[in-house]
Nanobody, 123 residues
Framework: QVQLVESGGELVQAGGSLRLACAAS????????MGWFRRAPGKEREFVAV????????NYADSVKGRFTISRDNAKNMVYLQMNSLKPEDTAVYYC????????????????WGQGTQVTVSS
């Protein structure tokens, strides 16, 4: 059984920083590109960032590029999202997701999902 468990979501002030973590188990971690998505209340899940199997390639949504950094540690089966210069519009539930073989921006292309962690950015 595959499990992705996010952690690190908190209430933070605008301009602050937060680091999300996702612990993966039940899969060959290095076989999967790992992505972060987010969903604001009443909105569809949207792409945030993705990292390739060994971390050699990354891709970001325009709204977060330059502020967020995705990384992974395959020895620990962990993927991270470092979020800096947070804005109120970053408020959302953030989800970790695994995509076998391919980099992707679309939620439908991901095979496994975590339960999400709430990030709230106050102004």
């Amino acid at each position: 059984q595959v499990q992705l468990v996010e952690s690190g979501g908190e209430l933070v002030q605008a301009g602050g920083s937060l680091r999300l973590a996702c612990a993966a188990s039940g899969l060959t971690f290095s076989s999967y590109a790992m992505g972060w998505f987010r969903r604001a209340p009443g909105k569809e899940r949207e792409f945030v960032a993705v990292i390739s199997r060994y971390g050699g390639s990354t891709n970001y949504a325009d709204s977060v590029k330059g502020r967020f950094t995705i990384s992974r540690d395959n020895a620990k089966n962990m993927v991270y999202l470092q979020m800096n210069s947070l804005k109120p519009e970053d408020t959302a539930v953030y989800y970790c997701a695994a995509n076998y073989l391919a980099l992707a921006r679309e939620p439908r292309e991901y095979d496994y999902w975590g339960q999400g962690t709430q990030v709230t950015v106050s102004s």
